[in-house]
């Protein structure tokens, strides 16, 4: 086994796993800062609200019993006795003055509405800021840390060609160095492009597999259909011939 070689590999791996590990911790906060802009967001959606709850029984009631409370209250000279016009009132005027307070607390309760929504809103907006600004510093950072090391560590990558500097390659071609299947970069490099394709061929091999069984399934689902088709006409053949044939019979007796 060459040895050097080996080592070197196993070294340009760790420098892989690294940057790997660091590349992934950022795409990681990155979803959380885009989870926290998507918080506020949907804050704001909290404000568009509908009061046809309230706005539709408000007009009913309010439209429906509005001549009746008015001649309620007009009738107010007019009644022989307090308890009868206050009768009156609780059966005509009620509805009405309930009808009239629905639509009044609309834009009284959608105030309070969108000042609480605000309230929240500037609460989670400035919250939620804070941690985006400390997650993104916390990326550059790790960004900068990452630049240095690989500055660093860049002579134990450079004898990869660059196409090869990832850790599927590396990681294939410590293993045929170590089961003695290659001796050189070169060597090790020529396996892993055989390997490549021996995968791309099994793949295409599998995809094509694949739409065989979809085109034989959908065959078989066309000839099943035929058979169906075919053992109605003949169905419907057989009974047709039968009506001739009494019919024939029938001409015949007659």
């Known amino acids: 086994m060459n040895q050097q070689l080996y080592d070197q590999l196993i070294d340009a791996g760790k420098v892989l796993i690294k940057r790997d590990e660091e590349i992934e911790r950022c795409a990681k906060l ?30 009913i009631m309010t439209i429906l019993w509005f001549l ?9 000279g007019t009644s022989e006795s307090f308890g ?14 309930i009808g009239l307070l629905l639509l009044v607390s609309i ?15 500037l609460e989670i907006k400035e919250r939620n800021e804070e941690a985006i ?22 002579h134990k990558l450079s004898f990869i060609p660059e196409d090869y500097q990832d850790i599927q390659a590396v990681s294939f071609m410590i293993r045929v160095v170590h089961n003695l299947r290659a001796d050189s970069l070169k060597e090790a490099l020529n396996l892993y492009d055989l390997e490549l394709k021996h995968q791309q061929t099994l793949a295409v091999s599998e995809q094509q597999r694949a739409q065989n069984e979809n085109l034989m399934a959908a065959i078989k689902m066309v ?9 109605k006409q003949s169905k419907t053949n057989a009974m047709l011939t039968g009506m001739i044939v009494a019919d024939i019979i029938e001409d015949l007796f007659d």
């Open 30 to 59: 990155r979803t959380q800062i885009a989870t926290l802009k998507l918080a506020i967001r949907d804050v704001l959606e909290k404000k568009k609200i509908t009061y046809k709850g309230r706005l539709i029984p408000g007009l």
């Open 68 to 76: 009746p409370a008015m001649v309620c209250l007009l009738g107010i």
């Open 84 to 97: 009868e016009w206050l009768s009156v009132f609780m059966f005509f005027g009620l509805p009405f003055v």
């Open 107 to 121: 834009p009284i309760s959608k105030y309070v509405h969108v000042q609480k929504v605000e309230k929240e809103y």
């Open 133 to 154: 600004s400390l997650l993104e510093s916390e990326i550059l950072k790790i960004q900068e840390d990452l630049k240095e090391y690989l500055r660093q560590n860049q």
């Open 223 to 231: 000839n099943a259909r035929q058979e169906q088709i075919n053992d």
